[in-house]
């Protein structure tokens, strides 16, 4: 079966009205932040992100189905020696646009870029907002899970008789846990911090964030077949992973040589192993 990809060249605040209703999975995104690629996308000032970027969330809202989420990877920018508050008033003036403000994931860049300030250090996470139309949507955690490590082997070996019943935690908060429950099990739900380096094999974009970084969340929020946008669509990571996990792509990007070089590589990734070899031959020949 084949997957169709849809990308379309403008600006998501009006190429969004192309999208019906209630019919996108998943959107995940990473618009730009605050005072950034001012290069490339001009740079929105810190005090007007908010009423920048609610057009947009607006219709988001409204393509997204009701079991669908929103994932949205952004981070508050330093101004003044202080950080910026439009992250926080974004995520307030969302919820009174209906969005439920689910969950917060945060991405660990494992190899974060060295450097000094007077007085601060060097930033290693950036946020990745979850937000849903609904308190029930579709989750499917199990497509995520990881070993669950040696320190089973050691702490089951020998289990106590509190360890073979529900032991509340004794502050009185209601909390408690059955630590035979894990028994014979080798896989564990993760935690909501990713750790992952922040390479990644596209480097004609100033902002492009791993592949492993979508394909996490693609896995848990969707299944084959399954929509996915990405209305800020840059170098083309989400697309080009959405297409690779047999889920519809859809991005929108406002710059015609990001569109186009997306445009590339998506007919590179759908050609044969044999013909994208013979390809790559004919290049270095050219070269």
């Known amino acids: 079966m084949k997957i169709p990809v849809e990308l379309l060249l403008g600006d ?30 001009g740079g929105i000032h810190p005090d007007r992100y908010v009423s920048w970027f609610l057009p947009a969330s607006k219709e988001l809202l409204r393509v997204l189905k009701p079991a669908g989420t929103f994932v949205l990877n952004i981070k508050e920018k330093v101004v003044e020696s202080e950080r910026h508050t439009y992250v926080c008033e974004l995520i307030l003036e969302m919820k009174k646009q209906g969005w439920l ?3 917060e994931f945060i991405w660990h860049k494992k190899n974060c870029y060295p450097g000094k300030w007077p007085n601060r250090f060097r930033d290693s996470w950036e946020r990745l907002l979850q937000f849903n139309k609904q ?14 490590g040696d320190w089973a082997k050691d702490r089951l070996r020998n289990l106590s008789e509190t ?10 908060s209601g909390f408690g846990k059955n630590v035979s429950n894990w028994l014979n099990r080798d896989r564990a739900y993760p935690t909501n911090v990713l750790y992952l380096a922040t390479e990644c094999g596209n480097k004609n974009h100033s902002a492009a964030f791993p592949k492993a970084l979508p ?3 693609i896995k848990l929020f969707t299944k084959q077949g399954d929509s996915v946008l990405d209305p ?7 697309v080009l992973t959405a297409c690779g996990m047999n889920r519809r792509a859809i991005g929108i990007e406002i710059h015609p040589q990001y569109y186009k070089s997306v445009q590339n590589m998506l007919s590179l990734q759908k050609k044969t192993a044999p013909e994208r070899a013979n390809e790559k031959i004919q290049i270095a020949l050219f070269r």
């Open 163 to 172: 360890d073979r019943t529900r032991d509340n935690a004794k502050n009185g």
């Open 135 to 148: 308190k029930r949507f579709n989750m499917y955690q199990e497509a995520v899970m990881v070993p669950t």
């Open 101 to 103: 403000w689910t969950e």
């Open 12 to 41: 998501c605040k009006e190429a969004l009205k192309n999208l019906s209703d209630d019919s996108i999975d998943l959107i995940f995104t990473s618009p730009p932040y605050a005072d950034s690629r001012k290069n490339s996308y």
């Open 215 to 217: 394909e996490w969340f």
């Open 232 to 238: 800020f669509m840059g170098s083309g990571t989400t």
